[in-house]
């Protein structure tokens, strides 16, 4: 409309109001009834809502079309301002009230504005106004604001739902989270139907999974997210079943809804419908939902709204499934399941960069089938895809849970070891996979036994970023390959051969321990100020026909590796003891017998019972013998505490190995009913070279004597350090300079002679 067209307009419509007013109050107008009539009638007629406010007065004059457009009949709203005040949205309202301000007083050519209205019937009414004033004549006052209501709700559902219809494609275009999108579908058809609430379900393996309801409860969302689908599983449990549109009139007496009524009714919801999501191959993806909390059926424009929101949540849906499978297609491996060579990369990338931020080493696995192509060619390759496949699970299962495996291509994976505290890790890794893939398995009818070598390189000392790691750990494969294949090689040659002579300590040592081809030496402890032998500690050894002499520090640590330092324990407890026994046969004086516990055997109540049953067997007097544990198991938990107690109870002598190199409390040793604290050879190493360490001893030996214990000291090896130790108060002495640990016939003879 041009500004003529608008100057007109106003022209002729205060002309028509003016004119009927002036016949109305004219006194030449003898039939006022008449006239008052006929402006009734043209105010009726009129298809915009006309309204004339009294600025003087603040009376308001309202047309019955104005009044209609909000569901209210001529003689149910009063003629004042306070009427308007009343129906007018209150957020709206001085926003509008400023306009008028504006206008009256010049600072804008013309009003017009859009406002929110309440209907009778609760609902919104949004009305396009427009005014112009009215001057009085001889001082151009401005006296009343004329007007019209034009009713555009429609018009504003229409632009909302088309701006809506945009943002959401413009989410879908820019790749926004699908739950975003679905709760901007579900918001744009709730603002269309005042009171609807809108649901989207999706379908996974014949349940529903919640998709988005951004007005429906949190609890009841939770309540029906996994619920099974089924032809009488409410509205969207039935449409996704059947397929088909399902509308429900009232939830509390419609069959469908019998088994989850309860779950809906406390929330309001009293009518469901819904409509099947589909792709376009007519695939069910899911359900769309709409609710009332009254019982209902759509009308056309709801149906036709069901429609169209199970068709765009459908786009969504099927466009989101569709990138699930392009992601899964990227980053996993299809044949096999594991992930894919980008995706290795991609990961392989980050794990350097956490590693470098946080100084960390891992390593890396190479893998290839041993003569792979030699399946291909002799059986094809639909059997050999069934040996990658079983050759992937098989490496899942030998791997650690925080291991990170991939198919790289062919029959080449790969394995990030995670976690790497020394080199064995790696191998330990390794040396399953190997044992786990020479299984051997019947393929097309034949048995065939597969094999893999393996190439390991670390980072970072082998490789800083993913080429010079990667080229380190192939070089590491076709070293294992020139070794003969079914093995393992480390880039770093000293690292194979460390491990591979650990896995042989490993190979060898339960075979070792179980038919005891281990033997025990004993190493006397000496009372400092008599020179006389109180004790000795049993000390195991191991000779290996074909390993020589196996370090105790190797074949102990393996011990509790492999889960035989139990039977290792009790062999040297029923040995030590017997041997024991044997010398007091022999005439020899009585000496405390010492047994190192491993911390993870001490922590374990069967520990109690097994010292219980060497006593028994073996006949010792629980006073000479004493079991020697790490610092490392002082803690006051009453776990802890209680196997000390128990084990005090059976008469047994207890002693903290290695005391000052742990970190146990000395808040933690008044728990404990112990006898003696044996001082580490670390600190007797510096006692004459280091006053702090000399003060550190001296402190320690004047605790232990406060509370009671005896103190020993190991590794003593030269006199001047027994007398330092001496002019201490140290009571014992242990190590290389009273002798070196002994077979049992020497034992017996420096008994016999009862000098050291």
């Not at 309204?51 to 009376?59: A, C, Q, V, Y």
């Not at 786009?315 to 044949?335: F, G, H, T, V, W």
């Not at 007097?621 to 196997?643: C, D, F, K, R, Y």
Request: proline letters at 3%; aromatic letters at 8%.
């Amino acid at each position: 409309m041009t500004t003529d067209d608008t100057n007109k307009t106003k022209a002729q419509l205060l002309k028509e109001i003016q004119c009927l007013r002036e016949q109305l109050t004219k006194k030449s107008i003898t039939n006022s009834h008449e006239n008052e009539e006929r402006f009734s009638l043209a105010m009726h007629g009129a298809n915009d809502g006309l309204w004339d406010w009294n600025l003087e007065t603040n009376e308001v004059y309202y047309s019955p079309r104005w009044k209609s457009m909000l569901g209210y009949e001529e003689d149910e709203l009063d003629n004042n301002f306070a009427t308007w005040e009343a129906l007018v949205y209150p957020e709206d309202k001085d926003r509008i009230l400023e306009k008028v301000q504006e206008y009256i007083e010049g600072r804008s050519e013309a009003f017009e504005v859009e406002i929110r209205m309440r209907h009778k019937d609760r609902y919104e009414v949004v009305v396009l106004s427009r005014a112009f004033l009215v001057n009085r004549d001889y001082d151009n006052k401005p006296v009343r604001l004329v007007g019209t209501h034009i009713d555009i709700t429609e018009r504003k559902k229409i632009e909302s739902y088309e701006k809506r219809n945009a943002e959401i494609l413009e989410m879908i275009a820019t790749g926004k989270p699908v739950g975003d999108i679905y709760n901007a579908i579900a918001l744009m058809y709730e603002e269309r139907h005042s009171g609807m609430r809108c649901s989207m379900l999706e379908l996974h393996d014949g349940k529903l999974m919640h998709g988005g309801a951004p007005s429906l409860p949190k609890e009841y969302c939770d309540d029906v997210n996994g619920l099974e689908y089924g032809p009488s599983v409410g509205s969207c449990g039935t449409s996704t079943y059947t397929g088909k549109r399902v509308l429900v009139e009232n939830i509390e007496i419609d069959p469908k809804w019998t088994k989850i009524k309860h779950v809906a009714l406390p929330h309001g919801m009293r009518s469901c419908w819904s409509e099947p999501i589909k792709n376009s191959s007519g695939e069910v993806l899911g359900a769309f939902g709409m609710y009332y909390n009254h019982p209902a059926l759509p009308d056309e424009e709801e149906s036709n709204d069901l429609k169209s929101a199970a068709r765009l949540a459908g786009i969504i849906m099927e466009r989101e499934q569709s990138q699930k499978r392009i992601r899964q297609l990227a980053y996993n491996d299809e044949l096999t399941g594991l992930s894919s060579r980008a995706h290795f990369y991609q990961n392989l990338e980050e794990l350097i960069k956490i590693s470098d931020r946080h100084n960390r080493r891992f390593s890396l696995l190479y893998i290839d089938l041993d003569n792979f192509k030699d399946v291909n060619d002799s059986l094809g390759h639909d059997v050999g895809d069934l040996l990658l496949k079983e050759i992937a699970n098989r490496l899942v299962k030998a791997s650690r849970n925080i291991d990170y495996v991939a198919r790289l291509s062919g029959d080449e994976f790969c394995i990030l070891v995670n976690d790497i505290v020394d080199e064995y890790v790696a191998a330990n890794v390794a040396q399953r996979c190997l044992d786990a893939i020479s299984k051997p398995i019947e393929l097309s009818g034949r048995k065939f036994t597969p094999s893999c070598s393996i190439g390991i390189a670390y980072y970072p000392d082998d490789g800083e970023n993913l080429s010079t790691l990667l080229k380190a750990a192939d070089t590491s494969l076709y070293a294992a390959k020139e070794q003969g294949k079914n093995c393992y090689a480390f880039y770093r040659p000293e690292f194979t051969h460390k491990a591979e002579y650990r896995f042989q300590v490993e190979q060898y040592l339960r075979e070792a321990i179980e038919k005891q081809q281990l033997s025990l030496v004993y190493q006397p402890q000496v009372d400092i100020t008599s020179g006389e032998i109180i004790g000795v500690e049993a000390l195991s050894r191991w000779h290996h026909p074909q390993l020589g002499q196996v370090s105790p520090i190797d074949f102990i640590a393996t011990a509790e590796r492999i889960g035989m330092i139990k039977p290792l324990t009790e062999w040297v407890l029923i040995t030590a003891c017997n041997q024991a026994i044997a010398w007091k046969k022999a005439g020899l004086p009585a000496l405390r017998m010492a047994v190192n516990i491993s911390p993870s055997h001490f922590l374990v109540r069967d520990i109690v019972l097994l010292i219980k049953r060497v006593i028994n067997e073996t006949g010792i007097i629980p006073a000479e013998l004493e079991l020697e544990i790490t610092e490392g198991v002082i803690q006051t938990e009453q776990q802890n505490l209680s196997i000390f107690q128990d084990l005090k109870d059976l008469g047994i002598l207890l002693a903290i190995d290695d005391f000052g190199t742990g970190y146990s409390s000395f808040a933690s040793l008044k728990h404990l009913t112990i006898d003696c604290l044996k001082v580490d050879k670390y600190f007797i190493d510096d006692i004459l070279i280091d006053n702090e360490t000399q003060l550190l001893i001296a402190s320690m030996i004047e605790m232990g004597h406060n509370l009671g214990y005896e103190i020993i000291a190991e590794g003593v090896e030269t006199q001047a350090q027994f007398d330092t130790l001496k002019e201490l108060g140290c009571e014992m002495a242990q190590g290389y300079l009273l002798s070196k640990p002994v077979s049992p016939d020497k034992i017996s003879k420096l008994l016999s002679s009862n000098i050291v």
